[in-house]
């Protein structure tokens, strides 16, 4: 059946350091994404989102990338932070929305 | 602008019993959006609500069910609670629905006994 899923549980970085975080998804319907991050206790905070006309959307020190031939997103942020350790979680939209198991973001200090 | 509230924060219940949980949108989002969260299944969809009508509907049984009034604060009702409905309930709201950005609110922890 289609899923949205994502390649790797956890993830931990150097503080500074570059993150990317991975998603694939099944369902060439779907039109929107979106990553969100997820703080212990806190419902998702949308980071950024892309839709698929588009193949790239940077916003501040996070950049989406969307290969739709391979059904592949991406999450990369930059230097990042200890105020960046979380959850993250991909979604995708079509006519509901469905999200990934999450990566857990821990960074180094 | 305030953002999404939900309550009750917390709640107990259990087998049997029915429970009720409410969400305010921000102001001028007509649609909410209802999630469960629980380890296991991770985030699933539940329903969205727009303009007081159901638009869409995720892979749940009738037990769930849930209302939006015309001020866009909605309910969701859950009857005949089971130990696997333990979870966090989660609301969203946009201005157009699941394909907006959506803004969430900080969840209702229910726990089934």
């Known amino acids: 059946g289609e899923s949205v899923g994502l390649h790797l549980p956890t993830l931990s970085v150097q503080e500074g350091d570059n993150s990317i975080i991975n998603c694939a998804y099944s369902?060439?319907?779907?039109?929107?994404f979106i990553w969100y991050k997820q703080e212990s206790g806190k419902g998702p905070q949308f980071i950024i989102d892309?839709?698929?006309?588009?193949d790239k959307r940077q916003g501040q020190r996070v950049t989406v990338l969307l290969n739709k031939t391979v059904k592949h997103l991406s999450l990369q942020i930059a230097a990042t932070q200890p105020g960046d350790s979380a959850v993250y979680f991909c979604a995708e939209s079509s006519n509901d929305m469905r999200f990934g198991a999450g990566t857990r973001l821990t960074v180094k200090p | 602008k305030a953002g999404v509230t939900q309550t009750p924060r917390y709640l107990i219940k259990t087998r049997g019993q029915q429970v009720t949980l409410s969400c305010s949108p921000i102001?001028?989002?007509?649609?909410v959006s209802w999630y469960q969260q629980t380890p296991g299944q991770g985030l699933q969809f539940l329903f969205e609500y727009f303009s007081e009508t159901q638009r869409n509907k995720g892979n749940f049984p009738g037990r769930f069910s849930g209302r939006q009034f015309s001020n866009s604060r909605s309910e969701m009702n859950v009857s005949t609670l089971e130990l696997g409905d333990s979870a966090l309930y989660l609301c969203?709201?946009?201005?157009?629905?699941?394909?907006?950005?959506?803004?969430f609110g900080p969840g209702t922890r229910l726990t089934v006994t």
């Open positions: 969203a709201s946009s201005l157009g629905g699941t394909d907006y950005e959506q803004y």
């Open positions: 102001s001028g989002h007509r649609s």
């Open positions: 369902n060439s319907a779907s039109d929107y």
């Open positions: 892309i839709r698929s006309n588009m």
